[in-house]
T-cell receptor, first 114, second 112 residues
Framework: DSGVTQTPKHLITATGQRVTLRCSPRSGDLSVYWYQQSLDQGLQFLIQ???????AKGNILERFSAQQFPDLHSELNLSSLELGDSALYFCASSVGSGVGQPQHFGDGTRLSIL | EDQVTQSPEALRLQEGESSSLNCSYT??????LFWYRQDPGKGPEFLFTLYSAGEEKEKERLKATLTKKESFLHITAPKPEDSATYLCAVPIYQTGANNLFFGTGTRLTVIP
């Protein structure tokens, strides 16, 4: 158990809809990262937050947004969903934001778009 | 362009048959190389971080090594429970950030 909690585990919805994925980092970790894992792309970095502030953006679509709240949990919002958004979405956390710190992953949310 | 390449894509071993997985990287200014294990339907599980060429780390039947161009994950006398996908990753440095660039992984199957 990594200590990172993600909910829900599974989400099934239709094209055009909006969903929110939630992540609680390990106790004491201030950084939260979101990754997308699809069969053809592997694990892709989306966005990082550190202590409530955005720190880095990767290949995140404009339809996607995230935030980190004062209690350090984070939410990833996906809107105007398309079939291609079907994937596993992972959250990871680390103590700080410094380069080279190990990240610990949750077990992900499996998003299926019908 | 920064890149991480893992080989082989898949590996089948008999129980007890030792082998090595490879992770080649081309990044400007390595700031650590990470190994993760991922079981089906689960998130990646952190195994090791290596920071400099020549560094080695061990955990049970796994040993990770690092050179200036590649890292190896050596598996000694594997057991069926070692079956998983093994991922390596490097930080892609951005100011104040620590996001990871992952290889596509090696899917290991250990046959009893």
């Amino acid at each position: 158990d990594s200590g990172v909690t993600q909910t829900p585990k599974h989400l099934i919805t239709a094209t055009g809809q909006r969903v929110t994925l939630r992540c609680s980092p390990r106790s004491g970790d201030l950084s939260v990262y979101w990754y997308q894992q699809s069969l053809d792309q592997g694990l892709q970095f989306l966005i990082q937050y550190y202590n409530g502030e955005e720190r880095a953006k990767g290949n995140i679509l404009e339809r996607f947004s995230a935030q980190q709240f004062p209690d350090l949990h984070s939410e990833l919002n996906l809107s105007s969903l398309e079939l291609g958004d079907s994937a596993l979405y992972f959250c990871a956390s680390s103590v700080g934001s410094g380069v080279g710190q190990p990240q610990h992953f949750g077990d992900g949310t499996r998003l299926s778009i019908l | 362009e920064d890149q991480v390449t893992q080989s082989p894509e898949a590996l089948r071993l008999q129980e007890g048959e030792s082998s090595s997985l490879n992770c080649s990287y081309t990044v400007s200014g390595l700031r650590g190389l990470f190994w993760y294990r991922q079981d089906p339907g689960k998130g990646p599980e952190f195994l090791f971080t290596l920071y400099s060429a020549g560094e080695e780390k061990e955990k049970e039947r796994l040993k990770a090594t690092l050179t200036k161009k590649e890292s190896f994950l050596h598996i000694t006398a594997p057991k069926p429970e070692d079956s998983a996908t093994y991922l390596c990753a490097v930080p892609i440095y951005q100011t104040g950030a620590n996001n990871l660039f992952f290889g596509t992984g090696t899917r290991l199957t250990v046959i009893p």
